[in-house]
């Protein structure tokens, strides 16, 4: 298929129905930090017909492969986890007080309900808060990691254990997916369970265009970013790359209460984010934005400082070196249940990777001097 068709057919709306239900029933799939095999046995399932073959490590993060015999590896990644909770300590009277498993938000737990996932199955329990009557102005409280608690509708710890609950269970909230007005895709986890459907829809592309790459192409779906990029950090060693595109969500800072002076200028609905910082290479960076401009896809800049806190950061400094650079997904309400991001910017994000991996040459050499 010749370029040109390739580029008429980008210019369409890339996600089907087909994508579209694996999308929603990939969101409302619990993966917590440590516990992603479900999903990730899922994520591989959908992306099977669309590579050549595909390999899973100790720790769960499954890569998908086309042309695995290609010498020059090229990664797009991004991470598999969700933000979770551990229960930590259960009362004599039957509540449950937890730890963080990853980024969880304290402030938003109150009236949430969850899922307490156990060997005998899931037990549903809620996040309770005293009623607002019987608080006063005086000694009014916020939530904090020591003040909420969990009630299963037990009466003792005896009780609760004899559930199947201990210390250790981890805990997900319920919240399912939604489209919002036609033109948000909302739900818990899109951070970064998006950026595993936007890679996968990269290789159902590549198939259904029947495009032969001139490298190895290593769809990746990590583990762990949550708690400090572990999973990254392991497979890279792994595969050795000699490029990493990571796609991962930035802060939508044109909603209430952010300031864009200390968070950047980023908005949903106005394209991808590309990030300039030590950990991206810049001749990765300006092929990505030569593509962007070449093929008329919106973007938008932001600036790390010292990392970017993703997983761009595992793969860069890993193995001696790996060129690598940071797509951004513009998101709404991060490590809440009610995440949002543009659907237009998912596409965006799509076609620009695609795009970008169409101008990657075989023995492609991003050093700055040679």
Same mark, same amino acid.
């Not at 390739?6 to 579209?20: A, D, F, T």
């Given at each position: 298929?010749?370029? $040109? ?25 619990? !993966? ?5 095999s479900?999903g ?11 590579i ?46 937890? %730890?963080?498993?990853?980024g ?16 005998k ?15 006063t ?20 710890? $005896? ?14 909230y319920?919240d399912k997916?939604m489209v ?15 950026g ?15 495009? $032969? ?22 497979i ?46 810049n ?9 962007a ?7 938008? %800049?932001?600036a ?23 797509? !951004? ?21 799509? %076609?620009?990777?695609?795009? !970008? ?14």
């Amino acid at each position: 298929m010749s370029l $040109e068709v390739i580029n008429n057919y980008m210019k369409k709306n890339i996600i089907n129905k087909k994508s579209e239900a694996f999308l929603e029933k990939y969101i409302n799939n619990p !993966s917590p930090t440590g516990f992603e095999s479900n999903g990730q046995k899922m994520w591989l399932d959908y992306i099977k017909p669309y590579i050549d073959t595909h390999f899973v490590d100790t720790y769960g993060t499954v890569v998908g492969v086309i042309n695995p015999k290609a010498k020059y590896k090229v990664v797009i990644e991004a991470h598999a986890d969700e933000i979770s909770w551990f229960v930590h300590y259960i009362t004599k009277e039957g509540f449950i007080y937890l %730890r963080r498993n990853g980024g969880s938000d304290h402030q938003i737990a109150p009236s949430k309900r969850v899922n307490i996932h156990t060997k005998k199955g899931i037990v549903k329990a809620v996040f309770g808060w005293p009623a607002i009557h019987t608080r006063t102005a005086a000694d009014e409280k916020s939530p904090k990691l020591d003040n909420i608690f969990l009630d299963c509708g037990c009466s003792s710890k $005896e009780e609760v254990e004899k559930l199947g609950i201990h210390v250790g269970c981890v805990v997900t909230y319920e919240d399912k997916f939604m489209v919002l007005n036609d033109k948000y895709y909302v739900g818990r986890a899109l951070d970064n369970r998006i950026g595993g459907f936007m890679i996968a829809e990269v290789a159902r592309i590549l198939k259904e265009n029947k495009i $032969e790459l001139p490298f190895g192409l290593y769809i990746t779906n990590s583990v762990q970013e949550e708690v400090g990029l572990r999973g990254a950090q392991m497979i890279v060693e792994s595969i050795k790359p000699n490029v990493a595109i990571v796609t991962d969500v930035c802060h939508d800072t044109h909603t209430p209460m952010i300031n864009k002076i200390k968070q950047g200028d980023f908005k949903c609905g106005d394209g991808p984010v590309l990030f300039y910082g030590p950990s991206v290479q810049n001749n990765l960076l300006d092929l990505i934005i030569n593509s962007a401009e070449k093929n008329k896809l919106p973007f938008q %800049r932001g600036a790390a400082s010292r990392a970017t806190g993703t997983d761009t950061d595992a793969f860069a400094f890993a193995t001696g070196g790996v060129a690598s650079a940071l797509i !951004s997904l513009p998101l709404r309400y991060m490590h809440t249940t009610v995440e949002a991001v543009s659907k237009d910017d998912v596409e965006n994000v799509i %076609r620009l990777i695609f795009n !970008s991996l169409q101008k990657i040459k075989n023995n492609h050499d991003f050093r700055y001097l040679k």
